[in-house]
Structure formats: C-alpha cells, structure tokens
C-alpha cells in the first residue's frame, strides 16, 4: 500500500488530498476547519483530517507533494522586477522579506510544519514539489472518464504559466503549450472583478452573475485597448492599463480613464448599468477568447475529450458555451478546479507520471461526487447538538425524506446537511441550502434573508438525471455544478412589452419559467444532475419533492452566509442556522424547527463574517 498526501498552501484556498495505491481517499478545504474564507495558511487541520480518515500517522505516508515550486515563483518575482524597474518597488519590498524569511526555503518551512502533526516524522526526503498548472492539469486529467484527452489551464498564475494546453493518455501528461505572466486571462478576469468593486479570488462569481443584467457594450473597447487575442486564442495584455505586476492594485488610472469611471468602491458606490455593461463586456471576451482557444486545440491535436482545471474553469456560463458549440464530443471540468484542486492533482502527478504507476479509468469519473470531506455518524450529531442545547427530533429516514419534501413543498428554506463534506467550492447536497424552485420569492429570500448578499446573485438548482432534458437544453451529466445551460422553451414564461423595457437590477422580478428561483435573467441556470450511486439520500429526497409537486427541481445553495466558508460540522450547521431566517434544520436523521429553538441561542450572523 502507497499513500501520497498533497498539500497546496500559501496562496489562497488551501487543501489536502490523500490518495492510496493512486485512489483518491480523503480531501478537503483549511477554510472549513478555521472557519476563514479561501484561508491560505498551512492547511494543518486539511492534513490532520485526511490522515485521521485514513487512520494513518505522518510517518507512516509514503511521500509528500507541495503542488508547486517556490523558486520559480520567486525567479517570476525577480524577474518581473527587473522588466518593470523602477515600476513595483513598493510592491517587491512589500513581498521581498516574507520571501526571503519563509517562501524560499518552503522544504524545510513545510518540514518542520509536518513535524507539528508527528513528532517521528523526520524524513525530509519524502517531500516532492510539482508544477502549479501540471498540478492543475493532473487534478483535471487523471479522475477524469477519458483514457486521452486534451487538458486547458487557465487561472490568474502559477510559477510562470497562466494558461496552458497539455495532452493526457492513460497514466502519462505532457504540457505542450504555455501563455507566460503577465499575460492571463485569469488576472484580466480578477482586474474587472476588482474594478466593479468585488474582491479578487472571491468575487469573481458575482461578477460572473451580474453579467446578464447588462450588454457586452464595452466589448470593442477591451479587444482594442486591454488584450490582443490572436486566432488560435492566444493573447497578450497591454500593461499600460493595469497595475498587478508592479503594484498593489490591480488596475490603474489609464484604465480609470478608458472606461471613464473609477473602480467602485463597494463601501459606498452602488451598483450601476455602467457596471453591469462592464461586467457583461468581459464574460463576452473571456467566453469568446476560451471558445477560440478550444476550436484550436481540437484543430490541431484531433482528439475528441476535453478536461478543465485551473480557476478560470470555475466559469460555468464559459463552459456551457463550449458545450453549446460542440467542440468536443466530451468535457469534463474538475469540481475543486480552482488551487484546492491542486492538492489533489499534485500526488495524482506524482504517483502517474513520476512513478508511472497505471491508471484506472472509471466511467463516469474517480471523484466520489467530489463527497471527498469529513462526515458525522448519528451518535456524534446527537450529541452535537445536544452540547448545544438544541431541540431536535430523530426521525427515520423514509419519515425525515417525507418531511422535509413536504416543508420545501410549502416554500421554507432547509439546512441540509447529510454524509461527506464537498471538496471544491460547490455544496453539492452534502452541505446544502435547499429551496422550492416554483417560488417567485425564493431567490430573492435566499439571497437577502439567509445568505446576506447581493439581491442579484443567481441560485443553482439541483435536477433527477433522469429528467434533465425535459426541463434544460443540455444532454450531458453536469454532477458538479459547472455547467450552464437554458431552460427548455416550453417552460419559459414570455415577457410583456413593459417587462421587456426594463433594465439592470428591474430585471430581477420579472418570473420568467416554471421554476424562477433558478432561472436567470438569461434564462440560463447553472445545472447539478443528481444521481442514486453518488448521493443516495439527496436523490431520495428530490425524488419525494418531484412526487409531491410534479417538479424534480431544487433550489441548490451552499450552507453558509455571505463570507462564510461552506459548513463542515454540526455545530457550524447549527449556529448558521441560528443565525440567519432558515426554517428547518435537517442533520443526519435529527430535524430541527427554528420555532422550536431556544431564543437565546440566536446569533447575530448579518455581520459576522467580512464580506466576500
């Protein structure tokens, strides 16, 4: 038995993967366990989690892979200094000491960090490092259902590479092509997620969200001035407009002055048309420039399966564009695509490529519906809860599957917790918030009531396999919540001539099909399939809501409020639930009404966590 454990750390969205004789055991997110959003720290609770599933000690793990290399990060630091000099020297003195104190010498930091979990544990040779986009590449590629396939990373950067084009087949991948920093379509992205006021590394999926509400009128003005994308799809950013090389933002006042406004401070600036255009301007580039870079990969090494990893495969809306166009037979997108997923692929690299071990290919996919993370036994839930001074009832599972359908039936929002925690940024029906799609209330209750965000923000809804193309215009299995796609027509409710003059945020009330909280401004929605072998209990339960209202839909959101990590245990679950307007509570077999709590237990989570 070999076991490999991969780490990513110190960058944002740190994890931990263990993989035993090359299959995936055990992964999970630092955020969950510290309960700090995309923390970047050494995932000491990720590592000690994984190990504990696998009931192994440090020691006894075979080799250690950190999913990228340090000195080529730092050789890109240097280097971009000496390019821009004496532009950045604020920022290069800003970052210089903690490189030169911790980053530089990360095998011995990350050494004496392992030795924190196991004190016997004194093999520094065990400790790998990989490539950040091969990391990518591999977390891609190796689970995936393909025996070859052509692998696209794109996210902000890695060591050098932004973007990269990699062929896999069976237990062997090779990177055949590169777009260098400071060109990146990740950082363009992050540049307009930072100039309409949301924050970098998170708030990219708002920006993603708002788009709809607006027209891609700024389109000619990013092509002609920001980005020179050639046919193949490659491209190169005019550095005159932003400022992430060389300062502490990321765009500057040339941009200020292209667009004719400055960033927006979410502090105290609302949201506009003019933001809304923008943001609508740069999905439309990145949609366009990602549909180019794929019909040209395909042209040119003929083969027909396409994987996805990197934070700019987090895109659904892109996604389903290159699903749309049929490009590829087959796509298949990694659910912790963004760094967490590095993790995984980093000891998926190792244990394949530097190891040649052989590779199994499974057919649907090697991710366990990505249900990778902790879980709770009834006996630890009860007694949970109980610390807490909740009140709850234990229900079997044919009454608690009967009672919450018939209370999503009535339109009340469940905290839905059940088996495995997610790895990735989806809650996937493990840690979920569930709602009645048909409701026209819903989405903005959800939005505003239990999660404390932007009215705007779009809901997933969560779809029986077996009915997915009687209710969306996709025919492929999208378990990850990574593709988007529209509702069929004959579900759309048309618009009057008066709804149809409306603009922006107006948009937002108008009902547009038979199940509006899922249904974007666009009609498009962001698609989960469901399925008995991966999600027994979710799937009986949607199955019970479709029995009761004729609808096999759910509203689909992550258990958390605005800026809070997705919940992990019961007691993050209780507290969430405490402090927002949920309904009910359903953990394990235990069923909890918020009228029956005591009301000295309510918490004040508005303003809890800082705003993401």
Not at 285 to 300: F, L, N
Not at 466 to 480: A, C, G, R, T
Not at 484 to 505: P, R, T, Y
Request: glycine share 6%.
């Amino acid at each position: 038995m070999k076991s490999i454990l991969g780490i990513s750390a110190f960058y944002h969205d740190s994890a931990a993967t263990l993989i035993i004789d090359g299959k995936i055991i055990a992964a999970a997110q630092e955020e969950r366990f510290t309960r700090i959003k995309h923390d970047s720290n050494y995932p000491f609770n990720a590592i000690e989690f994984v190990l504990k599933y696998a009931n192994l000690k440090l020691q006894n793990i075979d080799h250690i892979v950190f999913y990228e290399k340090p000195f080529l990060k730092f050789e890109r630091l240097l280097e971009t200094y000496v390019a821009f000099a004496p532009h950045g020297f604020q920022s290069f003195c800003k970052a210089m000491p903690i490189w030169l104190k911790e980053k530089l010498f990360q095998k011995k930091l990350i050494f004496n960090k392992l030795k924190s979990h196991d004190e016997k544990f004194d093999n520094e040779d065990k400790i790998y490092f990989s490539d950040h986009h091969l990391s990518h590449a591999a977390s891609a590629f190796f689970p995936s259902p393909f025996e070859e396939s052509i692998i696209l990373t794109a996210d902000g950067v890695g060591e050098w590479a932004t973007t990269t084009v990699a062929i896999g087949k069976g237990n062997n991948l090779e990177i055949k092509k590169e777009i260098h920093f400071p060109h990146s379509l990740g950082l363009l992205y992050s540049a307009f997620t930072y100039y309409t006021g949301f924050k970098v590394n998170s708030g990219e999926y708002k920006l993603m969200g708002l788009a709809p509400y607006g027209k891609p009128i700024y389109e000619n003005k990013i092509l002609n001035h920001l980005i020179d994308v050639k046919e193949d799809g490659s491209f190169r950013l005019n550095q005159k407009f932003f400022n992430y090389a060389t300062g502490l933002t990321m765009t500057n006042n040339n941009f200020d002055s292209l667009f004719g406004q400055k960033a927006r401070d979410a502090t105290k600036d609302n949201l506009t048309q003019f933001h809304m255009d923008i943001a609508a301007s740069i999905q439309k580039v990145t949609e366009d420039i990602v549909i180019k870079i794929t019909k040209s990969i395909k042209d040119e090494y003929k083969i027909n399966n396409l994987c996805l990893a990197g934070g700019v495969a987090l895109n659904c809306v892109a996604n389903g564009k290159i699903l749309k166009q049929k490009i590829f037979d087959n796509i298949w997108v990694q659910p912790a695509a963004g760094d967490a997923g590095g993790s995984l692929g980093a000891a998926l690299a190792l244990w394949h490529i530097e190891q040649k071990n052989p590779r199994k290919v499974m057919s649907c996919d090697d991710m366990q519906g990505s249900f990778l993370g902790p879980k709770y036994n009834q006996k630890e839930i009860e007694e949970e809860l109980s610390n807490l001074g909740a009140n709850f009832k234990i229900l079997n599972e044919d009454d608690l599957i009967e009672q919450t359908a018939h209370d999503l039936s009535l339109g009340e929002a469940v905290g839905w917790f059940q088996g495995r925690m997610e790895f990735g940024p989806r809650a996937l029906g493990a840690r979920s918030i569930l709602g009645d799609p048909r409701s026209s209330e819903m989405q903005k209750n959800l939005n505003l009531k239990i999660k404390f965000r932007e009215s705007f923000r779009p809901f997933a809804p969560s779809i029986l396999w077996e009915d997915l193309k009687e209710w969306f215009d996709i025919e492929v299995d999208s378990p990850y919540m990574l593709m988007v796609a529209k509702i069929k027509d004959n579900k759309i409710i048309s618009m009057n001539k008066d709804q149809e003059k409306l603009f922006g945020i107006d948009k937002l009330n108008v009902k547009r099909s038979e199940i509006p909280a899922v249904t974007h401004v666009d009609y498009s929605a962001r698609i989960q399939t469901v399925h008995k072998d991966t999600n027994k209990r979710y799937f009986k339960l949607l199955n019970k809501f479709k029995e009761k209202t004729n609808c096999p839909v759910l509203v689909n959101t992550s258990f958390n409020v605005r800026g809070e990590p997705i919940v992990n245990t019961p007691v993050d679950a209780f507290n969430c639930f405490m402090g927002n307007e949920l309904d009910k509570l359903v953990i394990g077999n235990c069923y909890l009404e918020k009228a029956k709590q005591n009301k000295s237990l309510i918490k004040d989570y508005k303003n809890k966590f800082e705003n993401d």
